[in-house]
Nanobody, 115 residues
Framework: QVQLVESGGGLVQAGGSLRLSCAAS????????AGWYRQAPGKQRESVAA???????NYADSVKGRFTISRDNAKKMVYLQMNSLKPEDTAVYYCNANLYATAYWGQGTQVTVSS
């Protein structure tokens, strides 16, 4: 059974930091692309950051320079370090693992940034 379990969300003041973690199980994680998405109330889910199986990364323009994605294939983990948080970063953050047409999602973790 495939599972992606996020943790690390919470309430933080603007300018603060949070680190999200995602633990994967049931898949050969090193073969999969991994990423973080977010969905704010009333908005569509959007890609925040991605870490491909070859280690390359990319980021949404809105988080470049503030967020860092990393992965540990041995531990089957993917992380999102979020610094200089802004109120507009408030959303439910989802972990994603993908390989070709197959995608798995975590249950989401709430991040709330107060002004």
């Amino acid at each position: 059974q495939v599972q992606l379990v996020e943790s690390g969300g919470g309430l933080v003041q603007a300018g603060g930091s949070l680190r999200l973690s995602c633990a994967a199980s049931g898949i050969p994680f090193s073969l999969y692309g991994a990423g973080w998405y977010r969905q704010a109330p009333g908005k569509q889910r959007e890609s925040v950051a991605a870490a491909r199986s070859d280690g390359s990364t990319n980021y949404a323009d809105s988080v470049k320079g503030r967020f860092t994605i990393s992965r540990d294939n041995a531990k089957k983990m993917v992380y999102l370090q979020m610094n200089s948080l802004k109120p507009e970063d408030t959303a439910v953050y989802y972990c994603n693992a993908n390989l070709y047409a197959t995608a798995y999602w975590g249950q989401g973790t709430q991040v709330t940034v107060s002004s």
